[in-house]
């Protein structure tokens, strides 16, 4: 568990310079903090596929300035091993492949495969953070794992996240 929260905490000093947002402007800190409660709660409360995926992908990227959206992929990691059941409907355009195999999902032949159970809280929080940093490089979060698993598999996701981001060049 210490392990876990240094990692946490060496990330949350690093902080991932994502992409290029809209606004890059850092909002107070107990703005930025709502802004973040505000999307982390949106993620896991939206239950059509569509909306959730044009939060992530769309509303996000625009709406939330690059510090908001650091500070979201920090809360998000804290969420990851939790196994906590989600709703989600309308899923004819993406299938996960954990419940394909489980006979769980049946696949249409088109739309989005996934590996993070978007089913599941962690899942969630994983897929977001990976459509927010760009890389699909996280271990899956799936139902049967145990806390032992998912507590791993959030721990190397945020090392994982630390090798993706950018660092700032200086000037010499």
């Known amino acids: 568990m210490f392990r876990w929260l240094m990692v946490t905490m060496l990330f949350a000093a690093l902080l991932l310079p994502v992409c290029s947002f809209a606004d890059t402007r850092a909002p107070g800190p107990d703005t930025m903090q709502a802004q973040v409660q505000q999307a982390v709660d949106a993620l896991l409360t939206t239950k059509d596929w ?62 989005i495969i996934l590996q993070q159970d978007l089913y599941l809280e962690g899942g969630r929080c994983a897929w977001a953070i990976e459509e927010l940093i760009g890389s699909t490089g996280l271990p899956a979060i799936t139902e049967g794992m145990t806390p032992a698993q998912r507590e791993e598999a959030a721990r190397q996701a945020a090392y994982r996240v630390i090798e993706v981001m950018a660092m700032p060049t200086k000037a010499r």
Not at 59 to 71: D, F, G, H, Y
């Open 50 to 111: 569509l909306q959730l995926y044009r939060l992530v992908n769309e509303t996000w990227p625009k709406t939330l300035p690059e510090a908001v959206q650091k500070q979201l992929i920090v809360a998000l990691l804290k969420r990851m091993p939790s196994d906590r059941a989600l709703v989600l409907e309308n899923t004819c355009d993406m299938v996960i492949m954990s419940r394909l195999a489980a006979g769980k999902m049946s696949f249409a032949g088109h739309g």
